[in-house]
């Protein structure tokens, strides 16, 4: 089992592109979270996916949008590029069991720098 | 909003025990989880705690939950070089906004 893979691993863009990041959850994973994680920071949260919906959402501005595909996998789209957008782009897949606590499992993440 | 708050740094000698330390103001929190972050690597959870449990042990690895002070320590018995990390803290609130959190602890082996 791969586990959780994102795609690109790293990315360098210009400010006011667009971008596109993937992400494949663990297999048997229906649940899809986006986190970003600046340097020297902890993750912050984006948004989450289930059954193709956005299901939960952060702090963050309408430039961040995202999708899941039946098959689980999920993108994240960032739109009109800021220098303040570069960081790690962290995928979290997870399967919710009532009572035992959302176990995410993290993939290795997308490095975007934007210039 | 929620915060979670972390030291930035814990060095401690080979052999030795090491307790990373994390404290959260969200009074809701339903889990709480501890996170390894070796570098270029994403996240690996460590383990997690329920808020109603109090402590949780897990072979090296202990977690103690004081809910009262919204206090939460990691316990790595025996520390080893390839323990060498950051560890975050991370909390679900009741909201369930996803999680939240603190900027992490790097944890340096001294030989």
């Known amino acids: 089992d791969a586990g959780v893979t994102q795609s690109p691993t790293h990315l360098i863009k210009t400010r006011g592109q667009q971008v596109t990041l993937r992400c494949s959850p663990k297999s048997g994973h229906d649940t899809v979270s986006w986190y970003q994680q600046a340097l020297g920071q902890g993750p912050q949260f984006i948004f989450q996916y289930y059954e193709e919906e956005e299901r939960q959402r952060g702090n963050f501005p309408d430039r961040f949008s995202g999708h899941q595909f039946p098959n689980y996998s999920s993108e994240l789209n960032v739109n009109a590029l800021l220098l303040g957008d570069s960081a790690l782009y962290l995928c979290a897949s997870s399967f919710f069991l009532q009572g035992s606590g959302e176990k995410l499992l993290f993939g290795s993440g997308t490095q975007l720098s934007v210039l | ?111």
């Open chain 2, 1 to 111: 909003g929620e915060d979670v708050e972390q030291s930035l740094f814990l060095s401690v000698r080979e052999g030795d025990s090491s307790v990373i330390n994390c404290t959260y103001t969200d009074s809701s929190s339903t889990y709480l989880y501890w996170y390894k972050q070796e570098p270029g690597a994403g996240l690996q959870l460590l383990t997690y705690i329920f808020s109603n449990m109090d402590m949780k042990q897990d072979q090296r690895l202990t977690v103690l939950l004081n809910k009262k002070d919204k206090h939460l320590s990691l316990r790595i018995a025996d520390t080893q070089t390839g323990d060498s990390a950051i560890y975050f803290c991370a909390e679900r609130g009741g909201g369930a906004d996803g999680l939240t959190f603190g900027k992490g602890t790097h944890l340096i082996i001294q030989p």
